[in-house]
DNA sequence: ATTATGACCCGAT
DNA sequence: AATCGGGCCATAA
């Protein structure tokens, strides 16, 4: 087994699709490492371009909003997310409707 | 090289 | 349903 890194994982979350949400778990999985969620919110934060790796489309698994270290931090993200036209429901994202396909 | 941390997840209470 | 605790990953100091 070969140990996923950042770029694997911002290599992932950039090929998220506007309108789509992600999960540090689900990204996790698809860089190799289902249980790498954690290193997956670490690369978010150390996330060299917000620009290209769309950190804000990546919530928690639940669906829940967490961390962000943008201008207000998850206030901004969930700002973002609605932008993209997706829906914010008690802090929380309908990953039912919004779950990236992965591909 | 080792220790500690963090934008997590899951099972148990 | 909500809360508590423990476990895993890769990186930063």
Known sequence: MEKISFS????IAK???KGKVSTYKQIATLAGNPRASR??????????DTT????HRVVS?????CGYSGGKGIVSKIEKLREEGIEINNG???LK?????GK
Do not use: L, R
Request: net charge positive; glycine share 6%.
């Open 52 to 55: 290209i790796v769309a950190c």
């Open 97 to 101: 409707k919004y779950m990236w396909d």
């Open 39 to 48: 290193a997956v919110g670490m690369a978010m934060k150390h996330n060299p």
């Open 15 to 17: 090929n998220i699709p």
């Open 8 to 11: 694997k994982i911002y290599n």
């Open 92 to 94: 929380k994202v309908d």
């Open 61 to 65: 698994s639940n669906g829940d909003m």
